[in-house]
């Protein structure tokens, strides 16, 4: 099974069905197939296995290069459009990209990348408009001018399933990124856990809020296997996207946290008509069981999924369903700080530093097996070994399993706290802290400390009206935690930074805030 299979399977039988609308704009299966087939052998055109990189916001083009650019045999690389031309510079270095493919509003990037880069070949520019081209100088030409390149033959290359469809790199929290490569069989895998574990519905119409910079992205490829409508956004917009779900009666979506506390703070959530929601997905980075409650108050003819996964795994290996949410609210609030059960088609472990399995309840090191764990990192064989030693790929993440198999994540395993000795994750503070009336988002670090080691420091963005002191906050935690664990240090700021899938940038935090020597 080839990704493209699930546009080609839609359109056969329903080619008039919308798969992707955009603002007024809509895409069919059937123009979806047959412009990505143009896309695919008009690249194939410009060398065999094109590499293509797309810098571009949320646009029914990136779509179709999704399909089209593994079609034709190629990899597309994914670029965050709110990287530097610098960071930008390295990727397409790194991941040897002949053709890129630019948004207009992104093209002034295009001289230093060109003087940057001698293997850029060929630069496509996308126009401010659905359908028109860009005109700008450093642009070679525009992108319905390259389908128009294309004889309508279609694509020759041959295409294995094991062949890498998407280079995504990693959001580069501890460093330098990685490119992942995403191959055919580890996103028909991956969508085939998301299907099951989430119960897609067919014809569903779901809201896509996220960068398409993201492997969220493979969340589209879960909508085309039930032959859904895609419901596309620029970027998130707060008022727009709960307009759109009043007005298009969106029945799914998914979002980071950090975006539900948005709109449950907004004063208008009140007036907009969301009962249409049958599903939300959320993940990306911990939610306090405080503001989950609220959410799934508001979306209460919703089932709420989390979804516990990673770029390395193609999307998600787990999820927490809604059944569980709903015991979790009733009676049983310890099942709403879980991440979930492992996917039908993924195998997941608690394993200690040599890889052996640890017992129930003890925290490790998350392991996860399954044919979504990524084909490795491009060009770099010593951390592809070294994340996938035996078959199992280490998430980084530190969690336990519960008698049940449930999955809690406990912390990240680079942002874990040793502090006097003792292992302090930050995902326990956080949600405590959350809790607090006056806070609303707050992130947990670690500064070095002579004598302790490191310094639990709170990183808290206020509740508007509020203004809880320092003191308070301390002891707000210390009435619920143990001592060791509150924080010494709170910092008050505007907003936490945060990379495009919601995941807040702890090593900026550490870097902003550690003691001067």
């Not at 004889?151 to 501890?174: F, M």
């Not at 809201?207 to 493979?218: D, K, L, R, V």
């Not at 993924?346 to 998350?366: K, M, Y």
């Not at 060009?379 to 969690?399: F, H, Q, S």
Request: aromatic share 6%; hydrophobic share 40%; charged share 20%.
């Amino acid at each position: 099974m080839l990704i493209g299979h699930f546009v080609e399977n839609a359109a056969r039988h329903e080619p008039e069905r919308v798969a992707v609308q955009f603002g007024t704009h809509r895409l069919t299966y059937g123009a979806l197939r047959d412009r990505s087939a143009l896309l695919a052998e008009a690249l194939e055109r410009t060398g065999p296995a094109p590499r293509v990189a797309l810098l571009a916001d949320n646009r029914p083009e990136a779509n179709e290069l999704h399909i089209g650019v593994p079609m034709a045999g190629g990899t597309l690389t994914f670029i965050n459009q709110r990287l530097g031309t610098e960071e930008i510079t390295y990727i397409l270095e790194h991941s040897e990209t002949t053709v890129l493919v630019v948004g207009h509003n992104h093209a002034h990037h295009v001289p230093a990348l060109r003087a940057a880069v001698p293997g850029l070949r060929t630069v496509v520019g996308i126009g401010v408009e659905v359908g028109t081209d860009t005109d700008h100088p450093d642009v070679d030409l525009g992108y319905e001018a390259l389908l128009a390149t294309a004889t309508g033959e279609g694509p020759r290359a041959a295409v294995a399933p094991q062949d890498t469809a998407w280079i995504v790199y990693t959001s580069g929290t501890t460093g330098r990124p990685k490119g992942v490569m995403v191959s055919h069989r580890n996103l028909t895998a991956s969508v085939t856990n998301l299907v099951l574990g989430v119960g897609h519905e067919r014809h569903m119409r779901q809201a896509q809020p996220f960068p398409q910079s993201h492997i969220t992205s493979y969340s589209e490829l879960g909508c085309y296997a039930v032959a859904g409508t895609y419901h596309l956004m620029a970027s998130f917009d707060p008022a727009e996207y709960l307009h759109m779900i009043e007005r298009e009666r969106i029945t799914a979506t998914s979002m980071a946290p950090a975006m539900l506390g948005i709109l449950l703070a907004r004063e208008d959530l009140a007036d907009v008509d969301v009962s249409s929601v049958r599903r939300i997905s959320y993940g990306a980075s911990g939610i306090s069981p405080t503001l989950l409650r609220r959410a799934m108050a508001r979306f209460a003819n919703a089932g709420f999924y989390q979804g516990f996964g990673m770029t390395e795994l193609a999307g998600n290996a787990a999820w927490l369903d809604e059944e569980t949410h709903r015991l979790g609210v009733a009676d049983r609030p310890e099942l709403l700080t879980r991440a979930g059960r492992a996917a039908p088609f993924a195998g997941i472990r608690i394993v200690d530093e040599q890889g052996a399995d640890l017992p129930t309840g003890v925290a490790g090191e998350i392991a996860v097996r399954g044919d979504q764990v990524m084909e490795g990192y491009w060009r770099n064989p010593e951390a592809t070994r070294a994340a996938i030693p035996d078959g199992w790929l280490r998430t980084g993440d530190v969690g336990t399993l519960d008698a049940d198999g449930l999955l809690s994540v406990v912390d990240r395993k680079k942002d874990m706290i040793v502090t006097g000795g003792e292992n302090v994750y930050s995902l326990e503070v956080e949600n405590v802290l959350a809790a607090h009336p006056g806070v609303a988002d707050a992130a947990i670090i670690g500064l070095p400390d002579e004598v302790w080691g490191e310094n639990i420091c709170a990183v808290v963005v206020v509740a508007e009206g509020a203004e809880p002191t320092p003191e308070e906050l301390i002891a707000h935690v210390r009435a619920h935690l143990a001592s060791y664990k509150k924080p010494k240090v709170v910092r008050f700021v505007d907003a936490l930074p945060r990379n495009p899938s919601g995941k807040v940038l702890k090593r900026e935090l550490r870097e902003r805030f550690a003691p001067v020597p």
